[in-house]
């Protein structure tokens, strides 16, 4: 569960630094897919990889400091595997749930990353999972789960016993279309991103439908399939506007607030490579990398290929206690993240 | 049972497509065969896998890292278009045109470049050679970022006329470098930067950028040209349109076409010496050209309703290549109803029988026809098809068998024509229905027509010359 306390009303946010580079072992993340951040403020960053090589499947621990605590889990179907990694959720006591939308399973971890247990089994009757995507606990470390191929948002006790489900598969108000990020307010309510659906939903602890933000575009306010919400303890709404290759701000009404395009840097772990790298780092040094591109098709994952400070697949959005916003890219593995600023309001 | 109408159709999308279920077939016979070509040639009302979907459960297919990326991406998509053609002629561009990720070493790039083929392929033949000319992937491929003003460099120049337009024959050597000056200053954007990732296949710090066409102006020989008889400050957008007005142009794509739609022509090289097997063919595709202002979707008009197409004696004739035969394959067992890790392994089948998309075997791209098949790749295909087909737990495979299994099946050569039909409405030879029926009576008694012994005729099916064929 995400809290924020202490903060100024958030009015706008603005960038603050890079965090990660591409690498396939060790420091660095490979296709991240989410990031699960600690109350000690450890980072848990789990990355899918490419398919088929093994090696990059791994959960990269580290902070908004750069520093590197190691990593854990490997490529495999076992206890403390993944195929499929997805979202990472921080229960109350610092341990680790990540999802795996190939296995339909959560696995959990110590805050060392030594594996725990799994529990998950595929199918469609209550309790079980069918590709199963965005985590978020509640106060009583109650765990959601994005039952994505079930169109549902299922809640489980955090060993896995089964609590309840709602959702169906569908457009209307409390159905779903293919569920992705998920997250629990500071008053308990749930919004889930309705992925297919090109909207966020508001819904109650038990599942009553509240409210629906968003509809299909790329205006403001409007979505393209978001895969990811965070909010924070003013009621203010973050989603990962993944098709539109932005984060976008609500007010707790859903009214626009800021919309986020990407201001990517080099992260302490890009400078450093680049310095040693200096052949590489002196062709970098000499290149316009925000060139103008007529691009072949009007398409804002084209343009996110071109400009590399630009979202590329903003997967999540997470927020650390002092409301840091922390976006997860997993086609440019790194972070980027912003952090509250009262003064635009 | 199949009739010739359903027969014939079966071929226009074994040939035109990927092949196509006996339901599909049934919907197509009943527009017609005139309609279904016309549905074939419109592009409009495409469905299939989202890319939103496959980038969803697959972030290498969204930022193509990688050399597997780009051909998974292209495998879904004709496993689940509702417009084939248009993959087809991506893959003849991309056969002619061919590109590979050995030098290239960008999978964005070369992505980028089928999706322009994918686009543009069906369309103006001037346009695409003038689209071809700027991309960025043939231009590192064939080194024009390293053609300039006072040092030409002349391989993409021959090679535009050598194996994209005209052929061996037609043009001098004076021609060739004239058109290499043409093009010079036609670059890479940030050149230094992306040709030097590229050599050290860098993905740091933050993946691949994609790359994009420049025109440096100040590298560029803006002075007067004489090429293939005609004179004039020409740049590379005037030579594009001077190889278009050539017969020899038209001659040489319609040559291509006819050898990947319809029987297979000898290699390139050998086009100087021996003559097409169906010249009136070659004769009709010419005149389309001129005719249309160089359409391809004209030529491609006038060839599926020519009798040269229809003609039974080339059904069956050509090999399909093996990301054909898996295309196929996966769009008759519905597999792939939702993003699955498997289509990486369904694609590495293609990779093994000798088909690596975006890494042909040189510049000349694939040798088609029996070239294909040897032992080793017989032995894959074979295997692939059967296992696949054989799985009932794949939808598209339990609804044949259902299928099959409704209608009363009294003997082995009943239960045999109905796989046959099932898959796609083909005819085989006497002797593989003679080997078929033998082995079907040998799996279970004539009355037994359990699913499980269904399927086993459908993998032997699967193996036949008929079905490895188009």
């Not at chain 2, 980038?55 to 193509?64: A, D, I, Q, T, V």
């Not at chain 2, 021609?175 to 992306?194: H, I, K, P, S």
């Not at chain 2, 560029?220 to 020409?234: M, T, Y």
């Amino acid at each position: 569960m995400t809290t924020v306390q202490d903060i100024p009303e958030i009015k706008v946010l603005e960038y603050r630094m890079t965090l990660g580079m591409t690498t396939m072992e060790g420091r660095g993340f490979y296709a991240p897919t989410d990031v699960g951040i600690a109350d000690d403020g450890r980072m848990y960053v789990a990355n899918r990889s490419l398919e088929n090589v093994a090696r990059g499947v791994r959960v990269t621990v580290c902070d908004i400091d750069s520093e590197y605590y190691g990593t854990f889990a490997s490529y495999g179907t076992g206890a403390g595997q993944f195929v499929w990694p997805s979202a990472c959720a921080i229960d109350s006591r610092g341990r680790v749930y990540v999802s795996d939308e190939y296995l339909h399973r959560v696995s959990i971890f110590d805050k060392e990353g030594a594996p725990l247990s799994q529990w998950g089994e595929h199918g469609a009757a209550d309790g079980q999972l069918d590709t199963p995507s965005g985590l978020a606990f509640d106060a009583d470390d109650n765990l959601y789960v994005a039952d994505t191929y079930n169109h549902r948002v299922q809640q489980f006790t955090a060993d896995g016993r089964f609590l309840l489900a709602f959702g169906r598969e569908g457009d209307g108000a409390g159905e779903f279309s293919l569920p992705w990020g998920i997250t629990v307010g500071a008053d308990g309510c749930v919004y889930v991103a309705d992925w297919g659906n090109d909207r966020v939903q508001k819904f109650a602890a038990d599942g009553a439908h509240l409210a629906s933000y968003g509809s299909p575009g790329r205006g403001d306010g409007e979505f393209h399939r978001p895969s990811g919400v965070a909010v924070d303890a003013n009621g203010y709404i973050y989603v990962a506007d993944w098709g539109n290759e932005r984060v976008q701000v609500l007010n707790a009404d859903g009214g626009f607030v800021q919309k986020l395009r990407g201001e990517a840097t080099l992260s302490a772990w890009a400078a450093n490579f680049l310095a040693i790298n200096v052949e590489e780092g002196d062709a970098r040094s000499r290149a316009n990398l925000e060139p103008e591109v007529d691009y072949f098709v009007d398409d804002p994952h084209e343009e996110s290929s071109h400009i590399e400070k630009y979202f590329w697949s903003p997967v999540s959005v997470k927020l650390d206690r002092d409301g840091n916003l922390y976006v997860t890219e997993a086609n440019r593995h790194r972070i980027q993240v912003y952090r509250p600023s009262a003064a635009g309001g | 049972m199949a009739n010739r109408d359903i027969e014939l159709i079966g071929h226009l999308m074994r040939r035109a497509g990927f092949g196509a279920t006996r339901e599909q077939l049934d919907s197509y016979a009943a527009r017609g065969y005139e309609a279904t070509v016309e549905m074939l040639l419109d592009q409009r009302e495409e469905r299939r896998m989202g890319d939103d979907l496959i980038r969803r459960f697959h972030p290498e297919l969204s930022g193509m890292m990688g050399t597997l990326g780009s051909g998974e991406n292209w495998l879904y998509r004709m496993a689940s278009t509702t417009t084939p053609l248009r993959e087809k002629v991506a893959l003849f561009w991309h056969g002619i045109f061919a590109t590979g990720y050995p030098k290239v070493i960008h999978g964005k790039a070369l992505s980028d470049q089928v999706r322009m083929f994918r686009y543009r392929g069906m369309r103006s033949f001037r346009d695409l050679l003038a689209e071809l000319s700027q991309d960025p992937a043939m231009i590192i491929w064939l080194d024009n970022q390293d053609n300039h003003k006072d040092a030409i460099n002349e391989n993409f120049g021959r090679e535009l006329l050598e194996l994209f337009s005209m052929g061996v024959g037609n043009y001098t050597e004076q021609d060739v470098q004239e058109c290499a000056r043409a093009f010079t200053g036609w670059t890479l954007g940030n050149r230094e930067y992306m040709e030097l990732r590229s050599m050290r296949d860098s993905d740091w710090p933050y993946g691949r950028i994609s790359w994009h066409f420049e025109f440096h102006d100040h590298d560029h020989d803006f002075g007067e040209k004489e090429f293939l008889g005609q004179r004039g400050p020409f740049n590379g957008d005037d030579i594009v349109d001077i190889i278009c007005q050539q017969e020899a142009t038209a001659r040489f794509i319609s040559r291509h076409m006819y050898s990947f739609f319809v029987a297979d022509e000898p290699p390139v090289p050998e086009w100087p010496y021996v003559e097409p097997q169906d010249p009136d063919a070659i004769d009709l595709l010419v005149q389309a050209y001129f005719d249309s202002g160089y359409d391809i979707t004209a030529m491609l008009r006038a060839l599926f309703n020519s009798d040269h197409f229809k003609d039974e004696a080339v059904w069956y004739r050509k090999v399909k290549s093996p990301v054909e035969l898996v295309a196929g394959v996966l769009r008759l067992t519905g597999e792939f109803d939702r993003p699955r890790k498997e289509i990486l392994d369904r694609y590495q089948q293609s990779i093994f029988m000798g088909q690596f998309l975006n890494n042909p075997p040189s510049v000349e791209g694939w040798h088609q026809g029996t070239d294909w098949i040897d032992t080793g790749s017989l032995v894959e295909r074979i295997n692939f098809a059967s296992q696949q087909l054989g799985d009932t737990a794949k939808p598209g495979v339990r609804t044949m068998v259902e299928r099959i299994a409704h209608a009363p099946s009294v003997s082995p050569e009943m239960l045999v024509d109905a796989c046959l039909d099932q898959v796609g409405a083909i005819q085989v030879s006497e002797d593989t229905r003679r080997e078929l029926v033998d082995f079907a009576s040998v799996a279970g008694s004539p009355n037994d027509a359990n699913h499980g012994r269904i399927a086993e005729v459908l993998q032997m099916v699967a193996s036949t010359h008929e079905f490895q064929r188009a």
